[in-house]
């Protein structure tokens, strides 16, 4: 099993990124996704999760309304887009999968119930 996060960068305050979380090894479909970060000098961080269809996302309350998680199962990929960014946003961010069940979102925070990790991608936002 496999997690490759792609798509960070250096950015503006204000302007926009598109993490991409590219799975194998995985029935995408059974798993939900999340984005988690980690700033320097921090503990790692709940960012936003989505169930495995897609139809429910979760969100850190600092992130709503800029942030949007999606996937698209055909092609075993999930993605944050992330507009509006802050400097606090500035963060190593790690995708990662977990079986779906029915209680899942109950426990989305606990990142011990995270299956699998992908490595992180940076993000800078300068001001």
């Known amino acids: 099993v496999q997690l490759q996060a792609s798509g960070g960068g250096l950015v503006q305050a204000g302007g926009s990124l598109r993490l991409s979380c590219v799975t194998s090894?995985?029935?995408?479909?059974?798993?939900?996704v999340g984005w988690f970060r980690q700033a320097a000098g921090k503990d790692r961080e709940f960012v936003a999760a989505?169930?495995?269809?897609?139809?429910?996302?979760y969100y850190q309350d600092s992130v709503k309304g800029r942030f949007t998680i999606s996937r698209d199962n055909a092609k075993d990929t999930a993605f944050l887009q992330m507009n509006n960014l802050e400097r606090e946003d500035t963060a190593v961010y790690y995708c990662?999968?977990?079986?779906?069940?029915?209680?899942?979102?109950?426990?989305?925070?606990?990142?011990?119930?995270?299956?699998?990790w992908g490595q992180g991608t940076q993000v800078t936002v300068s001001s």
């Open positions: 989505v169930s495995g269809s897609g139809r429910t996302p």
């Open positions: 990662a999968a977990r079986l779906w069940t029915t209680e899942w979102a109950a426990y989305k925070y606990d990142q011990k119930t995270w299956d699998y």
């Open positions: 090894g995985l029935a995408i479909s059974k798993y939900a």
